[in-house]
């Protein structure tokens, strides 16, 4: 060897020789393990060496990595650097990564997937790495690029195809650990590295037949299947975001389902979100639930096939985050669900969009049926709020949805306490619907579902003279309050439904459902004469000439037939029950058509009914007071029957439209309504006019009062206070007698004459 040659591998540093030593002479020998152990050992015992190393490591592998016959070299120098990274101590780490990270990027760069394969796997082992110190300097944009575009490869060859996508996963699974941890490293969740990332694995996903599979199937998936490890990797993504960036994530998504078109059919975005749903922190989840809602309205314009897929996608997750949703977060999910349903229902409709209607009111069900029943009322009551209060056929259809949204959401509510159940802000305004012929049947409903505590609905949907196995339990004194407190709005209100001429026959069964669960669910002795009043007031209506067909006049006598008799055997009064049934066998033998069952077409006019036939006053009066029942307002109602009638549908229609407006949609506007007394003029209500009048006059000179003398015993001497409040002898009540019997005319008590009293108080105008 020659002398130059020898000096200069003398003066060659120890760290490169040991490093030199590292490499066989062929590459298929591999790594020399042991001159590889004494390299890691000079490491250790001079960590300030290492990144000189690794600058070493990598100068040799970028000057192989051009000359394919080098490539085994290169391959091994990649696994001396793995063997450093995990052999050496953190805190020495710091320097030496980046000669790591340029070693990876360099083999990534490569046109060779088995060297792409190998840095991935690298950077993987990295990734795992905790460091004491981070570097803050360092980025990691190249590494979410590099792999997210080896996520999208598309080589002819299915299984280099499935292992360059399997290693891009992996890869971008390694950048999220490792910059997740610490924001100031890198802030991985800004937009443009989302738009990389989610794609990708989305992509992925989409592309894999894995996402047909149930969630429970993970642990038997394949795991060289390159949706399986996407759909995990979006799991994690997810379940490390934190409030702040769950818009951020998501979003992409959205952007992804648009772009690929991906809505209809819609099962790839159903699994998607079901998937960041469960990964994602359960007090986050409503933000995914706004950021989709906020996304189908964005979508308003487009074809109503797509809004549909979109609704049902939050139909399958809105459930997940109604458990998180408190507060306003609710009612601003719900106004925007309701603001939906307004604006399709003012669009042209055709078949699509009655079925985007229909999904958002299954929608709407899904999210209330997980909200406790406190929320639920308050929903109800907000949904009624936005209902129009005018009577425009064009508001038909939205107020038509309007209900069937309070109807599902009823559904998936328990009743218990009826006065919490059914406020009067929520009672008024569906009486006032029931009004409306097209709509009676839906707010009914509703009330159904309010009333009905022991799921008696199915045996009360027609009329009938038997009914067996009712679940009943005796009202309580709130319901019995209840009752006492809302009878004559909702006895009045069924009343003019029943009586309607437009009424179809489904309205009257309606209407019929709604009396027999009063019955079974509130009724009590002390309200039954109410009850039985009314229900006199319908036959009244089906007798008197009026515009009602012979069929429509049958029904109503059928209604009330049933009524009474469920009435009479609920509360085991025997002395009704036993006039009923005389009434009944009557009907049976002489107008059959009396008797259930509703009937649909007319019968022969005119229609003629024997008396003895319909119910009597004077019996069902002398009935109930045998059974001990109170008949005293049954009586006043029956005598002044002109009160309640004639006046029911102004006091209604006025009233509950006034509670509605009040309450108020965001369409409608103030009006201006004028108030006129409905009752007549009796001293009762000349009493309640000057009541009302004069309280507030009253309420004042009390209050003026009551501050006069908190100022005297306030300011007062004690002594002024006991002579002011002592009886004395010229204050007892004998001198009173004295005082006033001076004051009245003498020729009644025989007393000298005296000047008149206004002489006497006003002496000064009567001077001469």
Not at 105 to 126: C, G, N, W, Y
Not at 329 to 334: A, K, Q, R, T, W
Not at 458 to 465: G, N, S
Request: proline fraction near 5%; glycine fraction near 2%; include cysteine.
């Amino acid at each position: 060897m020659p002398s130059n040659c020898l000096t200069c591998s003398c003066f060659r540093p120890r760290y490169k020789k040991l490093v030199d030593n590292i490499f066989p002479q062929y590459p298929e020998e591999g790594l020399v393990k042991n001159n590889m152990d004494k390299l890691i050992f000079h490491s250790l015992s001079s960590p300030e060496k290492l990144d000189r190393i690794g600058e070493y490591l990598y100068q040799r592998a970028s000057r192989d990595i051009t000359r394919t016959s080098r490539i085994g070299f290169v391959v091994i120098a990649m696994e001396a650097m793995d063997q450093l990274l995990g052999a050496c101590h953190a805190q020495a780490l710091n320097l030496y990564v980046e000669s790591f990270l340029k070693m990876i990027q360099r083999l990534l760069e490569s046109p060779e997937a088995d060297l792409q394969i190998q840095a991935t796997q690298s950077f993987v082992k990295f990734s795992n790495i905790e460091e004491d110190t981070p570097s803050y300097h360092r980025r990691y944009e190249f590494f979410v690029s590099k792999f997210s575009s080896m996520c999208h490869n598309n080589r002819d060859d299915p299984t280099t195809r499935n292992m360059l996508r399997v290693a891009g996963i992996r890869g971008l699974r390694g950048v999220i650990r490792k910059t997740v941890v610490d924001d100031l490293v890198e802030n991985i969740w800004e937009a443009n590295h989302m738009a990389k990332i989610i794609p990708s694995l989305l992509f992925n996903m989409q592309d894999s037949s894995y996402y047909k599979k149930d969630l429970s199937d993970t642990r038997e998936a394949n795991d060289a299947d390159p949706g399986v490890l996407a759909d995990e990797c979006i799991q994690e993504l997810f379940g490390r975001a934190s409030f702040g960036h769950v818009r951020s994530v998501v979003r992409p998504v959205l952007e992804h389902l648009d772009r690929h078109h991906l809505w209809v059919p819609n099962e790839f975005a159903v699994h998607t979100f079901k998937v960041i749903m469960f990964s994602i922190q359960t007090q986050y989840s409503y933000a995914v639930v706004e950021s989709l809602m906020y996304h189908l309205d964005s979508h308003s314009k487009s074809p109503a096939k797509i809004r549909t897929s979109m609704t049902n996608v939050l139909s399958k997750i809105i459930a997940i985050a109604a458990g998180e949703s408190v507060g306003p977060s609710v009612l601003e999910i719900i106004n925007s669900l309701l603001a939906h349903i307004r604006n399709s229902a003012g669009r042209r409709q055709d078949n699509e969009e009655t079925v985007y209607l229909e999904s958002l009111v299954t929608c709407l069900g899904e999210f209330t049926a997980h909200l406790p029943d406190y929320q639920k009322v308050e929903i109800m009551v907000f949904i009624v709020s936005k209902i129009p209060s005018e009577d425009f056929s064009t508001d038909i259809l939205l107020r038509e949805m309007l209900l069937k949204s309070l109807l599902i959401v009823g559904k998936n509510y328990t009743s218990v306490i009826m006065s919490a159940s059914v406020p009067p802000s929520l009672l008024k305004p569906l009486l006032h619907l029931s009004f409306t012929a097209e709509l009676c049947i839906l707010s009914q409903q509703v009330l159904h579902t309010l009333i009905d505590r022991h799921n008696n609905l199915a045996q009360l949907e027609e009329p009938k003279l038997r009914i067996h196995n009712l679940v009943r339990e005796e009202p309580s004194r709130a319901d019995t309050m209840f009752l006492r407190k809302n009878e004559e709005e909702i006895y009045s209100c069924m009343l003019l439904v029943v009586a309607n001429e437009a009424n179809s026959v489904d309205n009257l069964k309606t209407a019929y459902t709604t009396l027999a669960l009063i019955v079974v669910e509130l009724l009590s002795r002390n309200t039954v004469a109410a009850f039985i009043t009314m229900l006199y007031k319908i036959q009244d209506a089906a007798v008197k000439p009026c515009q009602l067909d012979s069929a429509q006049k049958c029904n109503l006598h059928c209604m009330t037939i049933a009524l009474l008799n469920l009435a009479s055997d609920i509360l085991e009064l025997p002395h009704l029950q036993r006039y009923v049934s005389e009434l009944i066998e009557f009907r049976m033998m002489n107008a059959p058509y009396l008797l259930p069952d509703i009937r649909h077409n007319p019968i022969v006019e005119p229609l003629k009914i024997d008396p003895l036939a319909l119910l009597n006053e004077k019996k069902l009066g002398e009935c109930l007071k045998q059974c001990g029942v109170d008949v005293t307002d049954m009586s006043k109602a029956l005598t002044h029957r002109h009160s309640w009638v004639e006046t029911a549908s102004s006091q209604m229609r006025g009233s509950i439209s006034d509670s509605a407006s009040e309450l108020g949609s965001n369409n409608s506007t103030p009006r201006i309504t004028k108030k006129f007394p409905s009752e007549g003029l009796t001293f009762d209500a000349v009493k309640k006019v000057l009541t009302d009048e004069s309280c507030a006059t009253f309420k004042e000179r009390e209050r003026l009062k009551q501050k006069e003398l908190f100022e005297v015993f306030r300011h007062s001497a004690f002594e002024d206070i006991v002579n002011n409040n002592t009886v004395k002898d010229e204050d007892t009540l004998q001198k009173k007698l004295h005082d006033i019997l001076d004051k009245t005319p003498s020729s009644i008590h025989f007393v000298p004459e005296k000047p008149p009293i206004f002489e006497q108080l006003f002496p000064e105008l009567f001077a001469c």
